[in-house]
Every structure is written in structure tokens, then in C-alpha cells.
């Protein structure tokens, strides 16, 4: 177990290991991520209220759902590069951040799109909407502070501790949010209850959704190995790595 | 060869108590303050004219500007704090005072809650001051300037407090202000939220004490939450520097 945690303090053993995570989560999150998206977008029956527009929920929902918890991922990193000094937890917030803005701004969009035919407007000052856009807002500022910083180190754990803070308020901003006006039905999926629509909407949903997040995986990975090698760049591994097969 | 070897000074006997540290940082920071003047006229000034510029940039009617003044003063408010902030640390920082002060045997984040206690008396405090001024040029009624004052009184010590980690945070950036100003506005919505919505309430005469005890939590979540992510934030920039 502590070997464990000690390699994964290594980005070179990081390297290694996720060359070989990547193909299994590219292959089975698209396909996953395709036969979700088939599914519901071509085979789900219609919603007897909304007709096909309700659709959108599959690339909304699962977007909107990875978009959080990709912030609070980022929150468990911070706290892991603040108590431990692991470079791939900083690594990994510095990596995955842009990702989570475009999912975030990926959800706000798809949600304006279904907005205009079901509740007539492009963009209303609902509460689950208000809180998304600052949590882009948040996003935005983490990768703004991350790339004001020159120096990596000290740019890593300024950015923890941001989305330390952030996350503090996260919950503070979405109740806050909440009293202040709600539109918005309440969430598609919880952990807790049993789903309120038939099997052949929500499979084909959480399809989508476990899909999204084999993607994102390989999506961090890829990010975070593209990180490290400039990271590394003058380390002889990384040298060795550039120098063509043979040469040596 | 008789070395005259002086006494070793210990710990106890150099070191300042810790509310004493606490007191000579507040009163040194309101010293510099009060000497650089310009500093807490110019927050105030802005806030005076942004309030200005509603009725001038939307509509100067009677009824809009009571309706959108508890608003207008606390986006405004809210402006000028941030405004502010960047001189929390920033004279400190250059002449390298904050090393100093890094190097004292007190725990960093009672001083840099002085110094935020400092900053917010003299940026927070006139603001609250100046409101009802500005409340009766937006036609707000007696009560309603009563619970604004109220809430700006409890809710600028917050956007202090959690300013303070924005410009601990981006203090060796170029250009910070900006940057301050993007990581800190998210954080202060739910502030500007309760404090516009407890006014809004008591307009339509609705009992304002839950809304006023939510600021009060907030209150105490950000005395004592922000000064350590502050603290931890000003190690982080000076270690870099």
C-alpha cells in the first residue's frame, strides 16, 4: 500500500502505467459513450410532454454531471498537493481544469438550446443555471491563477488552495442560489432514489454518463502525461523517450 | 583570552505576546493608512460614483431606483472593496515587511487577521458610513437604510475576509488586480445575495431575522476559515518571490 503511494509520487512510473490504462479507457468509453448517445438519441421513445427536444438530456445531464465532479476531483488533488506535496495530484488539477470548463460550458449550453422550445427563453436567471455559470466562473479563475503563477511549484499550491476555497463555497453558493430563485427541476439522477423515468430513457442516460467518465479518464491521462513531459523535459527519461528507437 | 560571552536571549524573552502582536499590526497598518490618505478616499469616491452612474446609465425614476437601490449600493459597495483589496498586501509585500512579519514567532493567521481587521476599518467601515447618504438619493425609505446599513455592517467584514485570500493569493502576479478580481467575485455572490435580499424583505415587510442571522454564519465561517487559507496563500506567494 505505501509503495503504492509512494509511486504514484513518481511521474515517471505515472507515465508507464498510464500508457497502458489509455486504450482500454479510450475503447470502452466511446463505445459506451456511442451506444448511449445512439440509444437515446435515435431509439428512446419520446417524452410524451416535451417530444424529442428532451433528447438534449444525454449529452446535457452526463456533461453537467462530470462537470462537478470533475471540481470536486480537482478539491481531493488540492488537498493532496497541500498535505503531501504530490506532484501528480498537481499535475492533475492543472490538467483537468480546462476540461471541466468546457463540460460546464458544454451543460449551460445544451441546457440554453432545450430551454428555447420548452420553457421559451435562451437563458433565465434560474438557480441551477446561475449556480453552473459560476462554477465556470470558478473554473476560469482556477486556470487564470494557474497560468499567472510562472514558477510550477508555487503555481500548484496557489491554485490548491483556490480550489480548496471554492469548494467550501460550492455548496454555499448552490443553497444561496437556491432561495434566491428556482426554475429548474430538480436533478435527473440521484444516488438515493429509485429514477423517476422508464429503463429505456435512464440506461441509455447512464450510459452516457459512465462513458463520459471512462472518456474523461483517458482525456486527464492524456493531458496529464502531455504535462509531465514538459514538466520533465530536461530529466534523461524524458530524453531518452524523444531519442528515435535505435539510435541510442 | 577571555571571550565575554553574551547571555542567549530565549524565546520567551523576545517574543511579544500574541494579542499584543495582534495590536501593534492593527495599529501600524492604520498608521500607514491614515498617512496615505488616498487610499481610503479613493475606494469611497468610487463607490459614490457608481452609484451615480445608475440613475444616469438606466433610468433616474422614483420608483425604479427604489426598487434597484439596496441593489445598486451593494454591487457598488462590493466594487469598491475589491478595488481595495490590492493594498491589503501589496505596500507590505514590496517593501518586504510581510517577510518580516512571516518571521515572527506569532501564528501568521492571527496577524494577517489584524491586518484584514485593519483594512476593513479603513475601506468597509466608510462605506457603511457613506451608505445612508447614498440611500436617500436612491429614494430608499428610513427602514430600508436602517437594514442596509445593517447588512453592509456584516457583510463587507466578509468580503474583507475573503478577499484577503485573492490577494494573498495573486500578490507576485503582474497585473493582479484584474486577476483578484476574477477569482474573488464568484466567492462574494452569496454575500451580495443575502445582503440585497434581507433589504428586499424587510421592503415588503417581511421579518429580516433569518436572513440577518445567514449573514452572521457567514460571518463566522469567514473569520474563522479565511485568515488560515489567507495565511497558508501569503506563504505560498512569498515562498515564490
Known sequence: MWQFFHKLGSPRWFYGIANRFMPWLLVMGLVLTLAGIVWGLAFAPQDYLQGNSYRIIFIHVPSAFLAQSIYVMMASAALVTLVWHMKLADVFVKAVAPVGAVLTFLALFTGSVWGKPTWGTWWIWDARLTSMLILLFLYFGVIALGSAISDAKSSARAVAVLVLVGVVNIPIIKYSVEWWNTLHQPATFKLTEKPTMPAEMWVPLLLVVLGLYLLFGWLAFYRMQTEILDRERRTQWVKALNKPQGAA | ?241
Request: some cysteine; proline content about 6%.
Open chain 2, 1 to 241: 583570552m577571555n571571550v565575554k560571552v553574551r547571555p542567549a536571549i530565549t524565546l520567551a524573552e523576545r517574543t511579544v505576546s500574541v494579542p499584543s502582536a495582534m495590536i501593534a499590526v492593527l495599529r501600524r497598518d492604520l498608521q500607514v493608512s491614515f498617512r496615505q490618505s488616498q487610499d481610503i478616499f479613493n475606494p469611497l469616491l468610487f463607490f459614490v460614483m457608481v452609484v451615480a452612474l445608475f440613475p444616469l446609465g438606466v433610468s433616474p425614476e422614483v420608483e425604479f431606483l427604489r426598487q434597484a437601490g439596496s441593489g445598486i449600493l451593494w454591487v457598488a459597495a462590493l466594487l469598491a472593496t475589491l478595488l481595495a483589496l490590492d493594498h491589503l498586501y501589496r505596500h507590505d509585500f514590496d517593501d518586504g515587511t510581510l517577510e518580516q512579519m512571516m518571521l515572527q514567532p506569532q501564528p501568521l493567521f492571527l496577524l494577517v487577521l489584524a491586518k484584514t481587521l485593519a483594512h476593513w476599518l479603513v475601506t468597509g467601515l466608510p462605506l457603511v458610513l457613506l451608505a445612508p447618504v447614498l440611500g436617500v438619493m436612491v429614494h430608499l425609505d428610513g427602514n430600508s437604510i436602517g437594514i442596509l446599513c445593517l447588512t453592509l455592517l456584516i457583510g463587507t467584514p466578509v468580503l474583507s475576509l475573503i478577499g484577503s485570500i485573492g490577494a494573498a493569493l495573486t500578490l507576485g502576479v503582474r497585473a493582479g488586480g484584474i486577476l483578484l478580481s476574477l477569482l474573488v467575485i464568484p466567492l462574494y455572490i452569496p454575500v451580495l445575495i443575502f445582503g440585497t435580499g434581507t433589504v428586499m424583505a424587510a421592503a415588503e415587510g417581511a421579518p429580516v431575522g433569518a436572513y440577518l442571522a445567514l449573514m452572521g454564519a457567514f460571518l463566522a465561517l469567514a473569520l474563522t476559515l479565511a485568515p488560515f487559507a489567507s495565511a497558508a496563500a501569503l506563504k505560498i506567494s512569498l515562498s515564490s518571490s
